[in-house]
């Protein structure tokens, strides 16, 4: 892959995560990258899009005061040169499980990409949980700047996106030796539940805590068993979700 790959940058912490740096600064020497990403934080806003929004020149490129989403429509049909792959993160704690898949602003941009025909790949490191709230700064992102660069280099010409439409990749912190990379398939475990006191309830993801314990629940082969091993995952997905037809569904629909 030449320089003259073009790249759109995105995220959900906000343009001036250092994730993002991170990524900018690797990727500007493999391509040309046009940065479209939230002016602030839009964690776990899923695919929710406000359809107006002001936008603002930025170092980087340009700054959004909108969702995900509406950063991908807006770069990849009005602000930048069309894109040959679509880039988000990287996220500042991981996104794993197939449970977070829709509710991860990061993945979300990835899977608006793909709307449009676009690879893409979301990128997220594992904070763990005694280290929140996290304080990272872009050396911390290193190998997964180094990850989503070789992906970039190969994966496109490899033909992976004749198979999947995005790829959803996350990190452990680094250590001094090489992290392996490994093909995973989304966590099914979840565990989250809720509490309330006078008259406020509150939301528990347990997820996290298991990421930290002895005893991970999560099978060999999954996203959040590779993290935890302290390999970096990569999961191919497609959007949109897959259609699974049943002989009972279409006999109730034949008899209404």
């Avoid at 990409?113 to 763990?128: C, D, I, M, Y």
């Avoid at 496109?156 to 995005?166: K, W």
């Avoid at 590779?226 to 995952?233: E, F, M, Q």
């Amino acid at each position: 892959m030449t320089d003259s790959l073009e790249i759109l940058l995105t995220n959900d912490d906000g343009i001036d995560s250092p994730g993002i740096r991170a990524l900018y600064d690797a990727l500007s020497k493999v391509g040309n990258v046009t940065t479209v990403a939230p002016a602030d934080d839009q964690s776990a806003v899923g695919r929710a899009m406000t359809y107006e929004v002001p936008v603002r020149e930025h170092e980087l490129g340009y700054a959004v005061e909108g969702t995900p989403s509406d950063c991908v429509v807006a770069g990849l049909a009005e602000l930048g040169p069309y894109p040959d792959v679509v880039v988000s993160g990287c996220n500042e704690g991981a996104n794993l499980g197939a449970y977070v898949l829709g509710r991860s602003g990061t993945v979300s941009a990835a899977v608006e990409a793909a709307f449009f025909g676009v690879p893409a790949l979301a990128t997220s490191l594992h904070v763990p949980q005694s280290e929140w709230p996290p304080d990272t700064d872009p050396r911390d992102y290193r190998e997964v700047a180094d990850a989503v660069t070789y992906l970039l280099e190969n994966a496109l010409d490899a033909g992976v996106f004749e198979e999947a439409d995005y790829l959803n990749l996350n990190a452990p912190l680094p250590t001094d030796d090489h992290t392996p990379m490994v093909v995973t398939r989304p966590s099914h475990v979840y565990d989250m539940d809720a509490t309330e006191e006078e008259g406020v309830v509150t939301l528990h993801d347990n997820m996290w805590a298991q990421m930290d314990s002895p005893d991970l629940p999560d099978p060999e082969g999954t996203d959040r068993r590779a993290v935890y091993d302290g390999k970096i995952s990569v999961s191919p997905l497609t959007a949109p979700h897959t259609v699974e037809r049943h002989d009972s569904l279409d006999e109730l629909a034949e008899r209404f």
